[in-house]
């Protein structure tokens, strides 16, 4: 394995999440190992005039844990980033004495891909009936994509900086890049990186259902979520939020932090195709995993596993693992174990690549790889997909996160083994 | 009509609810921002929801009258008169 020693390494030292599966990082990684689905039929009123009636809500709903008055003035999205970051940043034991970042060395970069889409549309809600004296004067802050960023960066202190990339179901995987930018250009020594995601409710399932995009097999909601199976019809909505904190090295080290991987480079390319369809030749996919092998001097054979964007879409698996096969090559994709996690969680849309990201840094972590489940039928897509957990090597080893967005976003990040 | 003490306790529980702040601390001599460090979107919501809950309006030029608890008590119940 080769190594560019001309970048500064950055690794990964704290890990949280809310999902569809765990309220936190142990529950969610032990329901992704046992192949525990998170999906559900939806209890909402609402949701019985929906073609589909099923997604993958938090399993512990955030205002169980937060205080309060402080998630009465978040949105849904900004309450499950912050129950995520607040676990990531106590993981990563700052907190602790003597572990302190200088907060002009802090940053944020927290990704969402729609924003507070409930509260704006209850808050529309409250002006046709009630009139805008009714309209909440904390509407904006809390609608606003950023909030979620901004809420986490004022609770632990961030000063260097604050980002919110939006680029769809990519959105969570720029944020990663974008943390391993700030370090290596010397902006921020720890980067707060991930994605948050509230979109269930009736307006945007409605509007994914009418693209076509949703499975509505709503009377089996745990097999719903299918990648690379031939009865696939569509992915699931699931919501939550999952956060990693990176930190140089150095300064890991100094502090002698507990590393779980190197975040080792990333690549994003664009599609330019289409705006909702992926490129059936997989090529802006490829590019991005191969500019991620690039950046992160990594060679094709040393990727043992990749955590695959694959929602369960009859298009996207497909162009997806074609795009596998050209980045690495037949012979690397014959040692490769690929998963979708997404056959369990659901797609957390703008917090999927995060959720996905820490599904890979604990696969490297742990050395075993979650299981694709619902793959009943496979498509021969030619690569070899866990359908059971499976072990990785001992050894140095290296895997790779994808996540693609409507806009033909591609975005692939590098992981090795601490 | 509400009596005094019981706006209070309606305003009180508002109060609670919005910013967070113990119901028992909410007395008619507290200075909203200065005692009660409610900030100013807080305000905002706290003044609908009492215009909401005591059926009277109270105009943004008069919020900026109601330092205390006791001002906004006693603008409620004129207000309902």
New interface residues.
């Given amino acids: 394995m080769t190594t560019d020693t001309n970048r500064t390494r950055v690794v990964v030292t704290g890990l949280g999440t809310t999902s569809p599966i765990g309220g936190d990082v142990t529950s969610t990684w032990e329901g992704l190992m046992s192949g525990q689905s998170g999906v559900n039929v939806l209890k909402h009123d609402w949701a019985e005039q929906l073609g589909t009636q099923i997604a993958a809500e938090v399993a512990v709903d955030p205002t169980d844990v937060l ?3 402080k998630a ?1 003035r978040l949105d849904r999205s900004g309450q499950l980033a912050l129950v995520a970051a607040l676990e990531a940043w106590a993981d990563a034991g700052f907190g602790d004495e003597g572990d302190e970042a200088d907060p002009e060395r802090l940053a944020v970069a927290l990704a969402s891909g729609i924003g507070g889409v409930q509260t704006l549309l209850s808050n529309y809600d409250v002006l046709k009936e009630k009139g805008p ?2 309209v ?3 509407a904006i ?1 809390m609608l606003m994509p950023n909030g979620p960023a901004a809420s986490i960066g004022l609770t632990i202190g961030a000063k260097a900086a604050v980002h919110t990339p939006v680029s769809a179901c990519a959105s969570g995987n720029e944020a990663i890049s974008l943390g391993i930018d700030l370090i290596r250009l010397g902006r921020a020594d720890v980067v707060v990186v991930g994605g948050t995601e509230a979109a269930v409710h009736p307006l945007p399932m409605a509007a994914f259902g009418q693209m076509r995009a949703l499975s509505s097999r709503n009377d089996e909601p745990e097999k719903a979520s299918r990648p690379w199976d031939k009865g696939r019809d569509g992915f699931v909505l699931g919501e939550g939020a999952a956060v990693l904190v990176l930190e140089s090295e150095e300064h890991a080290s100094a502090r002698g932090a507990r590393v779980y991987a190197e975040a080792a480079g990333a690549g994003i390319t664009a599609d330019s195709h289409d705006i909702a369809q992926p490129d059936p030749s997989g090529s802006g996919a490829t590019r991005a995993m191969k500019t991620a092998l690039r950046e992160s001097g990594l060679e094709a054979a040393d990727i043992c596993h990749i955590n695959a964007h694959a929602t369960s879409t009859p298009l996207g698996d497909i162009a997806e693992a074609q795009a596998i096969r050209q980045a690495l090559g037949e012979d690397a994709a014959e040692g490769l174990v690929v998963t979708s996690t997404k056959s369990m969680t659901g797609h957390l849309l703008g917090a999927a690549g995060a959720l996905e990201s820490m599904a890979t840094v604990l696969a490297l972590h742990h050395r075993v790889v979650p299981p694709t489940v619902n793959l009943d039928d496979p498509e021969d897509v030619g690569l070899d997909i866990a359908t059971a957990r499976r072990d990785l090597p001992t050894g140095d080893i290296a895997a790779l996160n994808n996540s693609f967005g409507f806009g033909g976003h591609n975005v692939a990040i590098a992981f090795r083994s601490a | 009509m509400a009596t005094k003490t019981d706006i209070l306790t309606d305003l009180a529980a508002i109060v609670d609810e919005i910013a967070g702040v113990p119901a028992d601390d909410v007395q008619l001599d507290k200075e909203f921002v200065g005692d009660l460090d409610v900030d100013s979107l807080s305000m905002v919501e706290i003044v609908v929801a009492a215009e909401e809950k005591f059926g009277v309006r109270i105009p943004d030029d008069q919020v900026k009258n109601l330092k205390t608890v006791g001002d906004a008590v006693d603008y409620i119940e004129s207000a309902q008169s």
Avoid: A, G
Wanted: net charge positive; no cysteine.
């Fill in positions: 205080d309060r008055v009465r004296r009714r909440s004067p904390l802050p």
